[in-house]
């Protein structure tokens, strides 16, 4: 069995159990968030919407309760062999990280309670804990249905925090008296914008630099298991089959958008980033190699500054 990729995601789950058998169509129940054109939303902001539920029954029926819980789950994607040892098929290895419980019922009610034929609307309210991994490698998920059992996935994204900044500067020197040097004025950025470091190259003897090769390596670390992945895997542009004695440029690598931020949740699942760097050289034995840590953050999220004055 090997592991393909992993992911993590949350969804809001709304059961609601039914006192007769019904027959339901995916039309019949959907979850609104409030002011919301997206799933989206930020850790420790409170969530609100509707369950709207459309009873196409002649008669009205009796709901014995509505049950909602908001899960976060780690998902491994693993290939396995199949018996005959020569096809791989793809199987999902799901382990829940949070759970919370979701108030869903009508106003004024008690135990089971009838719903006339129609659309019924009813509210929930919860809010996003501070300290939530945010999602990320998103994938599809399929709406299920037990009595009627609805599963609306959500987006967590967690917010910039102001950080010190701290310079970082590391060097190697190769067996043949090459030096390579990379500094970095600060190793944070945001998801979408770009990373700046300066690569500074002595090189005495002039041997020949045949490329610097650079890759931004994501660890996902999920209860002690590691997965790697490769984000950016590029040469650094004018540092090619050349043999100048000294190389000093400034450089700023693109972060994608889509990138997962530096996170660390209850000791179970990190996520963080180590940008690597390579000197080739002619000859044997002759790889210059660095590393950096990289903290990826998101923006901030916009607030209304009017909402105050209300």
Known sequence: MKNHSRYCR???????LLNKNLVTSES?????????????????????????????????LKLARIDGELIGEVVALVRVET?????????????????????VHPHHTNGSF???????????????????????????????????HKICL??????????SLTTLKTEKTSRNGVRLRVTFEKNVVIAGNNVSFNVDLINPKGALIRHVS??????????FREKTFNIIKQDLDYIKSLK????????????????????KFDNSITNHYKLHFEVHLRGIFTIIKLEFPIIVMDLIPET???????
């Open 244 to 263: 100048h004695k000294s190389i000093n440029r400034n450089f700023q690598i693109p972060i994608p958008s889509t990138t997962p931020v530096t996170f």
């Open 154 to 163: 959500i987006v967590v994204k967690q917010p910039g925090r102001l950080l």
């Open 114 to 148: 009838p719903v006339r034929r129609g659309k019924q609307s009813w509210p929930f309210r919860f809010q996003l804990t501070e300290d939530l991994p945010p999602s990320f490698e998103q994938k599809k998920i399929d709406i299920h249905r037990f009595n009627i």
């Open 83 to 103: 018996e005959s040892d020569e096809v791989e098929k793809e199987e999902e290895v799901k382990e829940i990280i949070f759970n919370q419980k979701i108030l």
């Open 304 to 310: 209304n500054d009017n909402e105050d004055d209300q």
């Open 214 to 223: 650079i890759v931004l390596t994501q660890y996902v670390d999920c209860n």
């Open 10 to 16: 949350y969804f809001l789950l709304i059961l609601i």
């Open 28 to 60: 019949n129940i959907e979850c609104r968030f409030d002011e919301q054109d997206d799933n989206i939303f930020w850790i420790g902001e409170t969530i609100t919407g509707f369950v709207d539920f459309v009873n196409k029954d002649n008669t009205d």
